[in-house]
Antibody, heavy 118, light 107 residues
Framework: EVQLVESGGGLVKPGGSLRLSCGAS????????MNWVRQAPGKGLEWVAS????????FYTDSVKGRFTISRDNAKNSLYLQMNNLRVEDTAVYYC???????????WGKGTTVTVSS | SYELTQPPSVSVSPGQTASITCSGD??????VSWYQQKSGRSPILLVH???KRPSGIPERFSGSNSGDAATLTITETQATDEADYYC??????????FGGGTKLTVL
């Protein structure tokens, strides 16, 4: 079964850091570009960052540039999101997703919740 | 930056057809995907590349894209179709873009 499982969320103070992880199984992880997408409470989906299959490209949404770093370890079938200098507005459920054959996201994890609050 | 606009809400009676629109400049020149997100759940892919359905998605869900608007059509709408629906495109200047989402209510 194709599966993505996120972990690492939690409660952190403004200015703090968290590292999210996404474990992949059921497919050849190294062949796929991956993404992080977030959803603030009661809000819509917001793309956060993307990483090519062999780190061929990296993209970030403007609001996280310079604060978040996306990375992967193909040997461990894992995707990561290092989040530094967190802000209250980063509070959201963070989803890991797989890029399909074109620009769509065909597999999603269940998400991990990040709460930034003093 | 590129933007996609969706109506905040759409209502439909059970068994009827629901249409959810997504508008954006020159949208016909981009491939549109649609996602369904039920309350408390992760999004799932319903339609990609305007009209293609992943395996397991019922034929009741279909997509179209023409001019500056794309449409997700749900025929024979069921109570279980109540969810939020999002359109999405790739825009080279803005990377991945999602619409604001449409809440479908089956009355």
């Amino acid at each position: 079964e194709v599966q993505l499982v996120e972990s690492g969320g939690g409660l952190v103070k403004p200015g703090g850091s968290l590292r999210l992880s996404c474990g992949a199984s059921g497919f050849n992880f190294s062949d796929y570009s991956m993404n992080w997408v977030r959803q603030a409470p009661g809000k819509g989906l917001e793309w956060v960052a993307s990483l090519g299959s062999r780190v061929t490209y990296i993209f970030y949404t403007d609001s996280v540039k310079g604060r978040f770093t996306i990375s992967r370890d193909n040997a461990k079938n894992s995707l990561y999101l290092q989040m530094n200098n967190l802000r209250v507005e980063d509070t959201a459920v963070y989803y890991c997703s797989r890029k399909g054959s074109y620009y769509f996201m065909d597999v999603w994890g269940k998400g991990t919740t990040v709460t930034v609050s003093s | 930056s590129y933007e996609l606009t969706q109506p905040p809400s759409v209502s439909v009676s059970p068994g009827q057809t629901a249409s959810i629109t997504c508008s954006g400049d020159g949208l016909q020149n981009k491939y549109v995907s649609w996602y369904q997100q039920k309350s408390g759940r992760s999004p799932i892919l319903l339609v990609h590349q305007d009209i293609k359905r992943p395996s397991g998605i019922p034929e009741r869900f279909s997509g179209s894209n023409s001019g500056d608007a794309a449409t997700l059509t749900i025929t024979e709408t069921q109570a279980t179709d109540e969810a939020d629906y999002y359109c999405q495109v790739w825009a080279s200047s803005t990377a991945w873009v999602f619409g604001g989402g449409t809440k479908l209510t089956v009355l």
